[in-house]
């Protein structure tokens, strides 16, 4: 087993191209780490960084306790599965299978062996004999997985193995990997861009944005308590409401949460509100799952906003609701690009500029008196919108479009953040 220790390790393509910021990460012995995030946010590339594959720019990388930076590929006892199995297309499942074996000239009646036990446990003994060509997407990814286990690494390292299969075949083989990595023992470091997988799999997840580790933790720790509002979003199976509010204490009796038609109360014994207080008087935004929402009657004496429904959408073992509640919507914060900076060779001063530019944009109503600039800029609706509240309804609604609804909102389970994303109240971690 093998343990991997990121330390400030930066990836700088030619051009200026930033792909990994300060990267610091730590995966244990034995441990499933699962890098998550959006297409090009630089996980693939942390991943051949690992294996030997691309260059370290600067910061440090260690292996099982070794210093790795300089370390050639097939020094660092690393097995690694890609995307389409690259397998050897001349050779059969069982020359697959062996290669790694042969190569480190082991005893040809060991290989047999071992070729065979693993053949069984991965369901493609009767497939020994076929060459890749011949084979399903499912079966050629597990005669991947297979190669790379063979010869029983320190360490895997899979880069998204399953998302070029169908969602019932990714079922099947997520499980598969799971039982085998976890039986083996192995350090896994899997890259995925699909948050059930991530939540499915790991151990922990570290998920990364513009090649910067936005957030790391247990999958309930990440998916409950998250650290920053685009990992609540990109950890919602469907769209996260983030809605606008201005933060206000009247006469100090509780603290309001003012989404301009509608409220929310806050009581001073809440654990949150003595955080959600240094915001008084500013816009913060609310984030609210869809199941945090519910169809409530009049008599309901909590928390509620009102609207119209404008839209049903039937997802098989459940109804969405598109509720038109007039409360502004925003869209996810982005952090400022630090490949901006590493293209520009701009400081802190210009991403402090953009920072600015990023808040006014979220919530223009901040900063239009201030900034005459701003003010001249012609406002297109840009993240800072009116928008329906996302509202899951069971598998039978009980509203129909165009009828008025009722919302009721379970208030303890108010995500909240700063305009740049940031949690008001820390994650309890």
């Given at each position: 087993m093998s343990t991997v220790v990121l330390d400030n390790v930066t990836k700088v393509y030619p051009g200026g191209y930033l792909a990994v910021d300060r990267m610091n990460l730590r995966a244990g012995d034995g441990e499933f780490l699962v890098l998550l995030g959006p297409s090009g946010c630089g996980k693939s590339t942390l991943l051949r960084m690992i294996a030997g594959l691309e260059e370290v720019t600067s910061g440090d990388l260690w292996l099982g306790g070794e210093l790795a930076n300089d370390l050639a590929p097939r020094d660092r006892d690393v097995a690694m599965v890609f995307q389409n199995g690259a397998l050897y297309p001349h050779r059969t499942v069982r020359g697959?299978?062996?290669?790694?074996?042969?190569?480190?000239?082991?005893?040809?009646?060991?290989?047999?062996?071992?070729?065979?036990?693993?053949?069984?446990?991965?369901?493609?003994?009767?497939?020994?004999?076929?060459?890749?060509?011949?084979?399903?997407?499912?079966?050629?990814?597990?005669?991947?997985?297979?190669?790379?286990?063979?010869?029983?690494?320190?360490?895997f390292l899979m880069d998204e193995p399953l998302s070029n299969l169908d969602a019932g075949m990714r079922t099947e083989l997520r499980m598969e990997i799971s039982a085998l990595v976890r039986a083996l023992g192995v350090t896994t470091i899997y890259v995925t861009h699909d948050q059930v997988e991530a939540l499915t799999l790991a151990d922990r997840i570290a998920i990364m944005n513009r090649g910067v580790l936005q957030d790391l933790g247990t999958p309930g720790q990440v998916y409950n308590d998250p650290a920053t509002a685009f990992t609540a979003a990109f950890l919602s199976s469907q769209q996260l409401n983030l809605l606008s509010a201005t933060v206000r204490t009247p006469q100090n009796q509780f603290i309001l949460l003012d989404f301009g038609p509608h409220q929310i109360t806050i009581p001073w014994t809440d654990p949150r509100a003595y955080a959600i207080s240094q915001h008084v008087g500013r816009q913060i935004i609310v984030g609210l799952r869809p199941d945090c929402l519910a169809p409530v009657p009049e008599t309901f004496d909590g928390p509620t906003f009102l609207g119209r429904v404008r839209a049903l959408e039937y997802h098989g073992h459940e109804w969405l609701a598109y509720v038109e509640s007039g409360i502004t919507s925003v869209a996810v914060p982005e952090p400022p690009d630090p490949r901006l900076n590493a293209r520009n060779g701009a400081g802190t001063g210009a991403q402090g500029s953009r920072i600015r530019s990023m808040m006014r944009r979220l919530f223009p109503s901040a900063d239009a008196e201030a900034d005459p600039q701003y003010q001249n800029q012609e406002q297109t609706g840009g993240t800072h919108r009116r928008a329906d509240l996302i509202v899951r309804v069971g598998s039978r609604p009980v509203w129909r479009a165009g009828e008025p609804a009722r919302v009721g909102v379970d208030a303890t389970r108010l995500l909240l953040f700063a305009a740049d994303g940031s949690r008001i109240d820390p994650p309890h971690r």
């Amino acid at each position: 087993m093998s343990t991997v220790v990121l330390d400030n390790v930066t990836k700088v393509y030619p051009g200026g191209y930033l792909a990994v910021d300060r990267m610091n990460l730590r995966a244990g012995d034995g441990e499933f780490l699962v890098l998550l995030g959006p297409s090009g946010c630089g996980k693939s590339t942390l991943l051949r960084m690992i294996a030997g594959l691309e260059e370290v720019t600067s910061g440090d990388l260690w292996l099982g306790g070794e210093l790795a930076n300089d370390l050639a590929p097939r020094d660092r006892d690393v097995a690694m599965v890609f995307q389409n199995g690259a397998l050897y297309p001349h050779r059969t499942v069982r020359g697959n299978l062996s290669f790694p074996l042969e190569i480190a000239k082991a005893d040809p009646a060991m290989v047999r062996e071992r070729v065979t036990e693993l053949s069984k446990a991965l369901h493609i003994d009767e497939t020994l004999d076929r060459r890749p060509g011949t084979l399903s997407g499912g079966q050629r990814q597990r005669v991947a997985m297979g190669r790379a286990i063979v010869r029983q690494p320190s360490l895997f390292l899979m880069d998204e193995p399953l998302s070029n299969l169908d969602a019932g075949m990714r079922t099947e083989l997520r499980m598969e990997i799971s039982a085998l990595v976890r039986a083996l023992g192995v350090t896994t470091i899997y890259v995925t861009h699909d948050q059930v997988e991530a939540l499915t799999l790991a151990d922990r997840i570290a998920i990364m944005n513009r090649g910067v580790l936005q957030d790391l933790g247990t999958p309930g720790q990440v998916y409950n308590d998250p650290a920053t509002a685009f990992t609540a979003a990109f950890l919602s199976s469907q769209q996260l409401n983030l809605l606008s509010a201005t933060v206000r204490t009247p006469q100090n009796q509780f603290i309001l949460l003012d989404f301009g038609p509608h409220q929310i109360t806050i009581p001073w014994t809440d654990p949150r509100a003595y955080a959600i207080s240094q915001h008084v008087g500013r816009q913060i935004i609310v984030g609210l799952r869809p199941d945090c929402l519910a169809p409530v009657p009049e008599t309901f004496d909590g928390p509620t906003f009102l609207g119209r429904v404008r839209a049903l959408e039937y997802h098989g073992h459940e109804w969405l609701a598109y509720v038109e509640s007039g409360i502004t919507s925003v869209a996810v914060p982005e952090p400022p690009d630090p490949r901006l900076n590493a293209r520009n060779g701009a400081g802190t001063g210009a991403q402090g500029s953009r920072i600015r530019s990023m808040m006014r944009r979220l919530f223009p109503s901040a900063d239009a008196e201030a900034d005459p600039q701003y003010q001249n800029q012609e406002q297109t609706g840009g993240t800072h919108r009116r928008a329906d509240l996302i509202v899951r309804v069971g598998s039978r609604p009980v509203w129909r479009a165009g009828e008025p609804a009722r919302v009721g909102v379970d208030a303890t389970r108010l995500l909240l953040f700063a305009a740049d994303g940031s949690r008001i109240d820390p994650p309890h971690r």
